[in-house]
């Protein structure tokens, strides 16, 4: 921790030339903090979403510095915004919104740099939330549109969507009984996510990092499983003491925010602070806190420099006051952007063009219902027993319980009815290979869990 005053901005906010950034901003004491930090750092289960920071509107900070011109990008009287995005180009800004009381969906908007052409992509009795420009144009976008509801607390989960750039052929590619997260592009045009698992809710209850084809092939994890006692020591470490965690793995990971950094590493909020992860499953080095800071919705510039939001992060959690700043990824350092100390600025993105990655090419659309996995060993497994006397794979399936009762309904009355879990069938029992590898087809969009047996 180091205890320097941070400074203020002079020069461009980053690298493509421009001196613009579009923000969000709204109030310090968030509406809901159910299962998050109070200073968006990071969060642990459904129960806060279906997105995390929410807003009044959109500005624009021109030129990027502490005295630069703040001019609204959207002027609405109700409701609430969240999660900008900016187009490859500098020239729009994706976003969602949740209306007033006549309209409790979240809906994915568009809307021009210089404030013209607002329009709503999405509509109908969904939330979708998060959206991304993909590098062909395309939009990918978190959404309840799966038609699931998570087995704990019963609200809608979430599966990452994909649109054409004007809203239409909405198909879903991703499928949850909790959340996938946060969708964004990797260097190689994969989609980076944050999914959150609830089956078997009491045993898994974890956010790590997903990457994933944009048509929803070949999803593998990046990050998290390797290292639950790491991050479980790191929680304790920062004394991160919100909704405490159950060994070993509920509310052990969250790392969440996922965006690339670099060609080889995600950068992620953790309960230990900004971290990079990767290029491997076992690598991540945490950006030390500055000045005892807590760090939200980043975005890499570049070289070592992070455009984010920030606060001090102190134990009364009351002097909230999120500001915008560059972070120096290798010490930690902030700089000061912008802060009004009235209101929470935060989600900042460059108004700037930046080169694409390439397009993934896609799979032609499937009408199949099966799914295949492969595995290349069950005998690289930190259990003993696994990685010597495994011989044969049981495929079980979680099915949702239908009946839902009294849930939420007052602090007064019974609000948590809910948790229930999953009812489970056993689809199948195979050998495995004599090097520990399987290679199994099972039914399409099912909740799966795959057990070792002696």
């Known amino acids: 921790v180091t205890t320097e005053k941070p400074k203020a901005a002079k020069g461009p906010p980053h690298e493509y030339g421009t001196n613009s950034l579009v923000f969000i ?18 969060y642990s289960t459904t129960d806060s979403g279906p997105t995390y920071r929410l807003g009044k509107n959109l500005y624009i900070l021109t030129p990027a510095v502490p005295a630069g011109d703040v001019i609204p990008l959207t002027t609405f009287t109700d409701g609430y915004v969240a999660d900008c995005e900016v187009s490859w180009d500098g020239t729009r800004v994706l976003f969602c919104r949740r209306g007033g009381a006549d309209d409790p969906w979240w809906h994915v908007y568009e809307i021009h740099a210089d404030g013209t052409g607002l329009k709503q992509l999405t509509g109908g009795p969904y939330h979708d939330v998060q959206p991304a420009y993909l590098p062909d144009g395309r939009i990918v976008f978190s959404s309840t549109r799966i038609g699931m509801r998570d087995e704990y607390h019963g609200y809608p989960a979430t599966g990452l969507a994909v649109m054409n750039p004007d809203g239409t052929d909405i198909h879903c590619i991703g499928f949850n009984l909790g959340r996938d997260n946060e969708p964004s592009i990797l260097a190689d045009g994969r989609v980076l996510f944050s999914r959150l698992e609830l089956f078997y809710s009491r045993l898994k209850t ?16 990046l990050s998290g499983p390797e290292k639950r006692t790491f991050w479980r020591n790191q929680t304790g470490l920062y004394r991160e003491g919100w909704w405490g ?28 602070g900004p971290t990079l992860v990767g290029p491997g499953r076992l690598d ?36 909230v006051d999120l500001g915008l700043y560059i972070l120096d990824a290798d010490s930690g350092e902030l700089t000061l952007v912008y802060n009004d100390p009235a209101c929470a600025d935060f989600e900042p993105r460059p108004l700037a063009p930046r080169k694409p990655p390439p397009p993934r090419a896609c799979a032609p659309r499937s009408s199949s219902f099966s799914a295949r996995l492969l595995c290349n060993s069950v005998k690289i497994s930190q259990e003993a027993r696994t990685k010597e006397r495994g011989r044969l794979l049981r495929i079980v399936e979680g099915q949702p319980v239908l009946g839902r009762h009294h849930t939420h309904t007052s602090k007064k009355g019974e609000a948590w009815k809910n948790h229930t879990g999953t009812q489970a ?24 869990h795959c057990q070792v047996l002696d």
């Not at 990971?253 to 950094?261: D, G, S, V």
């Not at 080095?285 to 890499?300: C, L, Q």
């Open 25 to 42: 901003q709204g109030d310090n004491v968030m509406p809901n903090r159910f299962q998050i930090d109070p200073w968006r750092q990071t």
């Open 206 to 221: 974890e956010i790590k990092v997903q990457a994933v084809f944009p048509d929803g092939t070949t999803n593998v994890t």
């Open 284 to 319: 991540e080095r945490i950006i030390p806190r500055y000045r005892n800071m807590a760090v939200s919705s980043m975005f890499p510039l570049g070289g070592n420099r992070v455009l984010c939001a920030a606060t001090v992060r102190e134990p009364s959690e009351k002097n």
């Open 425 to 448: 069938r056993v689809l199948g029992t195979v050998p495995l290979a004599s090097d520990g590898s399987f290679f199994v087809e099972i039914p399409a969009d099912r909740l799966v």
């Open 245 to 272: 965690e159950s060994v070993p793995r509920h509310r052990v990971l969250r790392l969440t925010q996922p965006l690339h950094f670099g060609a080889t590493q995600v950068l992620v909020a953790t309960t230990g």
